[in-house]
């Protein structure tokens, strides 16, 4: 009897391995997967003429289909899988639901007829795998052939940069876009454009490369630049101080414990209640950017419920107010996932409040939007799982 316990506790335990490595295999495959019909996809992006030809319109809503078909494998996979971001980050499962959205976006306007918005609604699709896949002692064997943009137009030179980074072809992506920023900012007058590219540059240093004192030099180097305005050079004088700091800090994400990285993340961000100006955003993009890459991390180690809730907190205020678009843009879902998760807590309360001063600037003054019923029955809904008043 004993050997035959035995016996099925040995054959649960390979089962249960067995089941990993299966998912696993699948989990990679799948992603792969979806990166081969991506690259297919934006042979069509990046060409608007072979786009909007109506003998295409099958295969790009084909293409679409087996992607959201392929994004939903994932999801479901992700429940057995041991990919330990896949598992214990929410922002990957937040980066999947922002992907649904917005491919269904896309089919819709493409079934419409609406070319000019599906095509700028899908030039954003690499945008949500940018935001797992730039992060510290990332893999980097999961590439492929470059697709090259048509346009040469400055948006689709940061569309380039955004699909380097979500393919983690890193060393081409730093190179394109600090070239990029460098071009713009050696103009006459700039647009701004010059610190879009910089910012994507600075992801990769910063959450992926952990390269500060070398980042601080080449922008020091850029400053100077005629293109930038008076603020343009605050904000950079501000981000090189910061990357200085950074650098000489003894602070290390691979060793030090979780105590003393959770306070790091906290010093990085200040008071995360007080509302902010933009510019002071701007400012202290370096600080939330290294904040993101330590608390990404602290997602994946073996830490305490108590601390887990404190991180989902940190990193959705530091969404936030990171003033790259496309991550902010996260921050709802973020914010949202701390409500969800831990009900009732001080922690849902500050989110709910951090949600309702997010969506009351969508929804009035500049965002000049008017509020639905539905919405209003989705802020309520969010208000009382907080325990807000």
């Not at 035959?4 to 506790?9: E, K, P, R, T, V």
């Not at 639901?97 to 954003?124: C, I, M, V, W, Y």
């Not at 701007?282 to 950017?289: G, H, V």
């Not at 003054?365 to 029955?377: A, D, L, M």
Request: charged share 30%; net charge negative; with cysteine.
């Amino acid at each position: 009897m004993k050997k035959s316990i035995f016996f099925s506790y040995i054959v649960l335990i390979i089962s249960i391995a067995s089941c990993s490595l299966i998912a696993r295999k699948e989990f990679r495959s799948t992603m792969r997967d979806i990166y081969q019909k991506t690259e297919t996809l934006y042979s069509y992006i990046w060409d608007e003429k072979q786009f909007k030809d109506p003998a295409n319109k099958a295969k790009i809503k084909e293409l679409l289909d087996a992607i959201d078909q392929d994004f939903h494998q994932v999801d479901t996979i992700t429940t057995v899988s041991d990919n330990k971001t896949a598992k214990n980050d929410p922002s990957f499962i937040i980066a999947l639901q922002s992907q649904s959205r917005l491919l269904k976006r896309a089919k819709t306007s493409l079934e419409n007829g609406e070319l000019d918005l599906s095509l700028f609604t899908l030039k954003g699709m690499t945008e949500n795998c940018v935001s797992c896949h730039s992060r510290f002692n990332v893999t980097t064997d999961f590439v492929g052939t470059s697709v090259r943009s048509t346009d040469t137009s400055v948006e689709a030179r940061l569309s380039e940069g955004e699909f380097l980074i979500a393919t983690r072809q890193f060393k081409k992506a730093e190179d394109s876009l600090f070239q990029l920023a460098e071009e713009l900012a050696s103009l006459k007058s700039g647009t701004g454009a010059s610190l879009d590219a910089l910012r994507l540059w600075l992801l990769v240093k910063i959450r992926v490369q952990e390269e500060f004192s070398s980042s601080a030099d080449y922008l020091s180097k850029l400053k100077e630049k005629p293109a930038f305005t008076t603020n343009e050079k605050l904000i950079v004088s501000k981000w090189i101080v910061d990357l200085k700091d950074i650098s000489v800090s003894k602070f290390s994400i691979k060793t030090d414990p979780t105590d003393i990285q959770i306070n790091k993340a906290k010093e990085l961000l200040g008071d995360i209640s007080n509302e902010r100006l933009e510019l002071d955003d701007e400012k202290d993009f370096i600080k939330t950017a290294f904040a993101t890459a330590i608390l990404h991390e602290l997602l994946i180690r073996e830490i305490t419920e108590e601390e887990r809730k404190t991180v989902y907190l940190l990193i959705s205020a530091a969404y936030s107010r990171i003033t790259i678009p496309f991550l902010e843009n996260l921050s709802s879902l973020y914010l949202e996932t701390v409500i969800r998760t831990y009900p009732g807590s001080a922690e849902a309360k500050t989110a709910y409040q951090l949600f309702k001063r997010k969506f009351d600037y969508n929804h009035t003054g500049s965002g000049g939007e008017s509020v639905e019923k539905t919405e209003e029955e989705f802020l309520n809904e969010l208000r009382d799982l907080s325990g807000s008043k």
